[in-house]
């Protein structure tokens, strides 16, 4: 059965106001376990809504289920932070321990794991992001805009979410570093099964990586396919 399963959403900003805004229009997708789905489209197409409506950070009218859990209850809401990961644009604004090691450890130690299992994730967790051993204790201040992503990435990786959600994951960075990061997500979801949810607006980035794309504009899903299925039909 499928991990995403949302249901003809509506999602509207500042309702009955001068300012109302329809952000999305009778959204219905289906991601399956595993699945590498790409979301495209122009900028205010509603991508980033979208993400946050799956991330359970708001909510609208239809129905959406993440991992079995009805969303339109908040405890359910809260069970779900628990089994998902979730990228937001420029994630290292994030970042405030004094190293770098500190900071990817942040959030295994507040599941109270034990210090075997916290080290064992944050030494993975940094490794999955190739961010080399001399930056593990300094302050992740001091490094370039690109280690910094990785650092904050790394501490998302580090609560081993079941879903992963990423808006705009590699913005900023040089190409090197945007092929990195897309082949480690990639690989998440071809070797662990993690399902990644990629929210884009450049279709080169994900042709060759997601199993399935979908597309918005002004608010509605206009195509959904496979890259090549969306892609050639241009
Ligand atoms: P995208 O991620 O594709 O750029 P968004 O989901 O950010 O699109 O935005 C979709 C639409 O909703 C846009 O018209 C945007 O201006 C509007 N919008 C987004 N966030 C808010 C908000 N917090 N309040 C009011 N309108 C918003
Ligand atoms: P990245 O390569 O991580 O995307 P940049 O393109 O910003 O980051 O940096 C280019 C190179 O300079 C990187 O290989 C990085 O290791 C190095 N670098 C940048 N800033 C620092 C710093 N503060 N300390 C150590 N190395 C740095």
Not at 101 to 127: C, F, H, I, T
């Amino acid at each position: 059965s499928p991990v995403i399963e949302i249901n003809k959403l509506n999602v509207i900003y500042a309702a009955g106001t001068p300012m109302e805004r329809q952000a999305l229009s009778e959204i219905s997708l289906l991601v399956s376990k595993g699945e590498f789905r790409a979301i495209i489209g122009p900028q205010g197409s509603g991508k980033s809504t979208l993400l946050q409506v799956m991330a359970g950070l708001i909510t609208g009218e239809g129905t959406v289920k993440i991992a079995g859990l009805d969303l339109s209850a908040k405890k359910n809401r809260v069970q779900l932070w628990r089994q998902v990961g979730v990228v937001f644009q420029y994630p290292e604004k994030q970042l405030f321990e004094d190293t770098v090691w500190n900071d990817v450890a942040y959030g295994p130690q507040n599941l109270g794991l034990k210090q075997d299992e916290v080290k064992s994730r944050v030494q993975m967790a940094l490794d999955k992001v190739k961010l080399e051993e001399e930056y593990f204790h300094i302050s992740p201040f001091k490094l370039s805009g690109g280690q910094q992503r990785r650092v904050a990435i790394a501490g998302i990786l580090a609560m081993e979410p079941k879903i992963l959600l990423l808006d705009e994951p590699t913005a900023g960075l040089d190409p090197q570093g945007r092929q990195q990061l897309m082949g480690m997500f990639s690989s998440l979801c071809k070797k662990e099964k993690v399902t990644v949810v990629l929210v884009t607006h450049d279709m080169e980035e994900v042709a060759n990586r997601a199993d399935r794309v979908t597309v918005l504009q002004r608010g509605k899903l206009i195509m959904e396919g496979t890259p090549r299925e969306v892609f050639c039909r241009g």
